[in-house]
């Protein structure tokens, strides 16, 4: 999405950026309108009121029209404040990042410069600069710019620090470019979004201190006018004619508001975090608006999914990333759940409690009950007392999900005492016996440190722990073991599997490795596109996976020991989900597919155990789809 769309979407920003294309239009337009001549004094029709002997807004105490004053004076302040800005941004920023890409002895006297600046109330400080070189616009304008170049230069070194360690600055070093190619190709790119943030969130902010100097008699000169000296000369008279301070005082507030506003709005459009359109604060749950009936469910279990449904809707088009998925899983039973990524694993796993980030994400139909709850379209106190307790996440970066701030105990005790009403001695207590049970050694130890002063393999075992603190009935682990090496993963996997025994949990496990589903999961769902296209047994389906897809899959899984066993990849890429092909998604894909596969709907079907979306599977499995040309009616639409 374009960044002007981003910010039209925020209804506040575009409210300040139309208020300000107002203001603008007019301060442009003054030259050329019919006005008196802003210096002109007339005392015999001096404190005229609004409207009276021509003048829209009246006159001040020298007879001056307020009108044209106020024009030609708020175009100098806008003037003044957005030249501080740029000058402040400017030199800001080029101390900043000279003193975050060099570092060490740079950066200190650099910035120890710029904190005895930053010492002083800048106000007073600007008050200094302005008496040193004596009252003036111009010299107002330096001393509001002087006092701001710190805020940027800090700002702006504290994302050029973490810009310089980056790899591909790095990369650069090596290949022998100077250190002003460096910053001027591989630095200044990355921080010029933080500086028109900064600047955007802080031209406001100048233009009421270059007033505040006008005010005082430091920077606008009589007869020049602009919104700061306009204030100071109707002061004497606030009492008697206070229309010749409010007229300055409703334009100061004006555009103010309208730029905080606006930079409120330019900086949520410039983060890339919020591409997706949703500016506005998410939901706490996931937004459901069923377009049918909630379905019965077919299958039991601790936790059931049926016909599941959520799409992301982003602007005018809808990406249908889970498109009737239905699931269960048993008590002490592991569900692997298994696809490339954008099948639709991960948004499966969050809809279940409302974790979809709405907007853009919307539930549009399907049911999911756990222990005869029905989870879709609960009240949210309910998913809340469920979260965490009965139904855990495991993560697949633990680094991202546990807080930096905190000690891993810490977050451990409060992952118990948001659900159960205990001392703060017996959470932690309980906090070290998990990370026993997690074959953590030392745990009394590992429970007062950082995450970051852990392992990855050791931050895992302590999202696992927070996954166990509550003795949940249901645990969801997303991709859990992916960014860890072979030795660790192994580990993981059977802490996991020594837990499932132990405890009696159910475990969906979310992966896109066969070899994690051998080891762990006693039934496999693979997903494609949004769908379920098989499942069954894991035994069964890697001995003889029934549909192409998932026989391609574990086609590109190496062996040990199979010596030169071709590895074979699976040509094409998956579909975009918001221009789903008719009939089989997989189709473009498949070396079978035949015209009979692009049209129609693909119904899931199969036996009790064993079930797949194909007209012309690998193997046979009894009850299984027949060939549309065998079935009496053919079912028209679209999807995979």
């Known amino acids: 999405m374009s960044f002007f769309k981003l910010l039209i979407r925020n209804r506040l920003a575009f409210a300040g950026l139309i208020v300000m294309g107002l203001v603008l239009a007019l301060v442009i337009a003054t030259p050329i309108l019919p006005l008196y001549e802003p210096n002109v004094t007339d005392t015999a029709n001096r404190f005229l009121k609004p409207f009276e002997g021509g003048h829209i807004l009246g006159t001040d105490h020298l007879g001056r029209d307020l009108l044209s004053r106020l024009l030609w004076g708020t175009q100098l302040s806008l003037a003044v404040g957005i030249s501080a800005a740029v000058f402040a941004a400017f030199f800001g920023a080029a101390i900043g990042i000279v003193a975050g890409y060099f570092g060490g002895t740079t950066d200190n006297v650099i910035m120890r410069g710029v904190d005895m600046l930053m010492a002083f109330p800048y106000i007073l400080l600007a008050l200094a600069i302005v008496a040193a070189l004596g009252p003036g616009l111009v010299n107002a304008l330096i001393a509001v710019a002087a006092v701001n170049i710190p805020f940027f230069a800090r700002n702006i070194r504290g994302v050029t620090v973490g810009i310089a360690h980056k790899e591909f600055v790095d990369a650069a070093r090596l290949a022998g470019e100077s250190h002003l190619k460096i910053i001027l190709t591989e630095i200044v790119p990355n921080v010029i979004p933080v500086i028109v943030i900064a600047m955007s969130t802080t031209i406001g902010w100048m233009i009421l201190e270059t007033a505040g100097l006008s005010f005082l008699g430091l920077g606008s000169q009589p007869p020049q006018a602009d919104l700061g000296s306009m204030l100071g000369e109707a002061r004497s008279a606030l009492i008697t004619n206070p229309h010749t301070s409010v007229v300055p005082g409703v334009m100061i507030l004006i555009i103010v508001m309208a730029i905080n506003l606006l930079g409120d709005g330019v900086r949520d459009a410039l983060d890339p975090r ?56 048993a008590p002490g ?51 809340r007392s469920y979260r965490g307790d009965k139904v855990a996440y495991i993560f697949q970066d633990p680094l991202a999900t546990l807080h930096p701030l905190y000690t891993v105990g810490d977050q451990l005790c409060e992952a118990i005492r948001v659900h159960h009403s205990v001392s703060k001695a017996e959470a932690w207590t309980r906090a070290v016996e998990l990370l026993k049970q997690v074959r953590i050694p030392n745990a009394e130890g590992r429970a007062k440190v950082y995450p970051h002063e852990m392992s990855g393999g050791m931050r895992q075992r302590v999202g696992i722990a927070m996954a166990l603190a509550n003795d949940p009935d249901v645990i969801i682990a997303d991709e859990p073991t992916t960014a860890l090496d072979v030795t660790v993963q192994a580990q993981i996997l059977a802490l996991l599997n020594d837990l499932r025994r132990e405890r009696g949990l159910s475990i969906i496990f979310i992966t896109h490795d066969f070899g994690v589903v051998a080891q762990l999961c006693d039934r496999v769902a693979v997903m494609y596109a949004g769908r379920i296209v098989e499942t069954g047994p894991t035994q069964e389906v890697l001995d003889d996976a029934a549909h192409p897809y998932t026989r391609r899959l574990i086609a590109c899984v190496p062996e040990l020991g199979e010596g030169r066993r071709e590895l074979h990849a699976i040509p094409g890429l998956p579909p975009a989900v918001d221009r789903l092909p008719a009939g089989c998604a997989f189709a473009p894909r498949c070396d079978k597919a035949q015209t009979l596969c692009q049209v129609g709907v693909i119904e899931l079907e199969g036996g009790a155990s064993r079930k797949v979306r194909c007209l012309y599977p690998e193997t046979d499995i009894a009850g299984m789809a027949k060939p549309v040309a065998q079935v009496p009616e053919l079912k028209k639409g679209a999807g995979a």
């Not at 409302?354 to 549009?364: E, F, K, M, Q, T």
């Open 274 to 329: 919020l591409r997706s359109g949703a500016l506005t604060r998410p939901r706490p749950a996931t937004l459901v608006e069923r377009e049918g009936p909630v379905p019965a469910p077919v299958e039991s279990g601790t936790l059931v999914l049926t016909d599941l449904q959520t799409q992301f809707r982003v602007g005018e088009r809808v990406y249908k990333a889970v498109s009737h998925v239905s699931l269960h899983v």
């Open 333 to 383: 039973e592991c569900l692997g759940v298994i696809g490339e990524s954008g099948s639709g694993k991960s948004v499966t796993a969050l809809s279940i409690m409302g974790l979809v980030a709405s907007p853009p994400g919307v539930i549009v139909g399907g049911s999911a009950i756990y222990d005869g709850t029905e989870l879709i379209g609960a009240p949210y106190s309910k998913l």
